[in-house]
């Protein structure tokens, strides 16, 4: 059995923060504004350090600008940029 490359094994640790990152998001803002939303990061190696280098918040249908404004400034002060939000398409 070979041991994993490093390149291998940095991708794992990036695949698994990015999931706990858009976990966590998505559970706050489930918690605190009551909202289903779906958020997806980016996450970029800059030197030593992760980045997110892009966070997209998808929120659901008839989210007022007051809510928008919410989860945007939640997720800017946790993720350290400012998200987009995401086109919603219709099923």
Not at 13 to 28: D, G, N, R, V
């Amino acid at each position: 059995m070979s041991a994993a490359r490093p390149d291998t094994l940095e991708t794992e640790i990036l695949t698994e923060a990015k999931a706990q990152l858009e976990a966590y998001c998505t559970a706050q803002c489930r918690q605190q504004f009551g909202l289903d939303i779906r958020v997806t990061v980016t996450l970029e190696k800059a030197g030593q350090q992760v980045v997110v280098k892009k966070a997209v918040a998808a929120l659901p249908t008839g989210c007022t600008a007051a809510q928008k404004q919410a989860v945007f400034s939640l997720l800017q002060q946790t993720l350290g940029t400012a998200p987009t939000a995401a086109e919603e398409s219709a099923p």
